[in-house]
T-cell receptor, first 115, second 113 residues
């Protein structure tokens, strides 16, 4: 089945220790998104890639970076995780950008704990 | 401004009861899209339905049904004969002329056996 895969499902890191979260997709979608979701809140968009074009949300901290080496993979790098970065990180894909009305399909998420 | 309001933060029902989750949206776009997602405790956001602004037909899928009313800017979701497996957080979302998905704050549904 075509799907969005995230690894690892659970990640524990130490305060200030860089961490990378991984997302891959077999849907061959053009757009890949990273969301941060804290407890009892809606997902918050961090950034997205349309093909190789990177789009950062205005309020995304510089501590968060992303890479998309090819269509299938996208990575979220947190350079110096703080306690406030503990959250669920969700990857999503869509064929076109949200303005085109395309559905976003989500992966299972990576739950990040910062000690 | 684009906005989605889910006024019900938490709902509890007894199994087999019907339950309606409310979603009210705001947008200035004439073309827009509405979505419902289910987020079970495992965390994955599961797509349930997509509806565009030109299609006001109600939809039924098994025990799920959706009522889209442009006159009241609402896109409500009803689960008939609820089951324990329906326990989850449900998000309504809106996309329009921009490139953002606007999520509501979610409604946490607990179905009690």
């Amino acid at each position: 089945d075509a799907m969005v895969i995230q690894n690892p499902r659970y990640q524990v890191t130490q305060f200030g220790k860089p961490v990378t979260l991984s997302c891959s997709q077999t849907l061959n979608h053009n757009v890949m998104y990273w969301y941060q979701q804290k407890s009892s809140q809606a997902p918050k968009l961090l950034f997205h890639y349309y093909d190789k074009d990177f789009n950062n949300e205005a309020d995304t901290p510089d501590n968060f970076q992303s890479r998309r080496p090819n269509t299938s993979f996208c990575f979220l790098d947190i350079r110096s995780p703080g306690l406030g970065d503990a959250a669920m990180y969700l990857c999503a894909t869509s064929r076109r950008l949200a303005g085109g009305g395309d559905t976003q399909y989500f992966g299972p998420g990576t739950r990040l704990t910062v000690l | 401004a684009q906005k989605v309001t889910q006024a019900q933060t938490e709902i509890s029902v007894v199994e087999k009861e019907d339950v309606t989750l409310d979603c009210v949206y705001e947008t200035r776009d004439t073309t827009y899209y509405l979505f419902w997602y289910k987020q079970p405790p495992s965390g994955e956001l599961v797509f349930l339905i997509r509806r565009n602004s030109f299609d006001e037909q109600n939809e039924i899928s098994g025990r799920y049904s959706w009522n889209f009313q442009k006159s009241t800017s609402s896109f409500n979701f009803t689960i008939t004969a609820s089951q324990v497996v329906d326990s989850a957080v449900y998000f309504c979302a809106l996309s329009g002329g921009g490139n953002q998905f606007y999520f509501g704050t979610g409604t946490s549904l607990t179905v009690i056996p």
